[in-house]
């Protein structure tokens, strides 16, 4: 793992699950880590729901654009962590992966997204833990 690992998000519409990872990626991180996010099918906007259940914790969201997941932006990075999209995301030695089972945020209400946040909140703090040297 590189001194400033990468992380990349990944799931198919990139519009939800992995742009709220990777909002508190960054956000918890304090820039410790270079943080991307991808889509196998991307969408064309964010969740709003998704962008409202963010700003209630201060993170906006809101200006980022769903991209489509590449295979260079998986090769470069140092974990890669899917969402749902199954077998979509290549597979390169060395990498760390990990599949999160999370509930589409899609077409939900409030009250089931903050749950979804708040599931993804506490799984990108344990990644962080394990991924960056103990900070002072």
């Known amino acids: 793992?590189?001194?400033?690992?990468i992380?990349?998000?990944v799931c198919v519409h990139n519009?939800?699950?992995s742009q709220m990872a990777a909002g508190f990626a960054r956000e918890l991180s304090?820039?410790?880590?270079?943080?991307?996010?991808?889509?196998s099918e991307p969408g064309r906007s964010i969740n709003p729901v998704a962008v409202t259940a963010m700003q209630e914790l201060g993170i906006d969201i809101g200006n980022e654009v769903p991209q489509l997941m590449t295979t260079e932006q998986v090769r470069d990075s140092d974990v890669?962590?899917?969402m749902g999209c199954g077998d979509a995301c290549p597979i390169f030695p060395g990498k760390r992966y990990e599949d999160w089972e999370l509930q589409d945020?899609?077409?939900?209400?409030?009250?089931?997204?903050?749950?979804?946040?708040?599931?993804?909140?506490?799984r990108?703090?344990?990644l962080l833990a394990e991924v960056l040297p103990t900070r002072a």
């Open 124 to 126: 990108v703090e344990t």
């Open 30 to 39: 304090g820039g410790a880590v270079e943080v991307r996010s991808g889509g």
């Open 7 to 9: 992380i990349l998000f």
């Open 1 to 5: 793992m590189t001194d400033k690992p």
């Open 80 to 82: 890669v962590i899917t």
């Open 105 to 122: 945020p899609a077409g939900q209400p409030i009250d089931v997204v903050r749950r979804v946040r708040d599931d993804i909140k506490a």
């Open 15 to 17: 519009a939800g699950r």
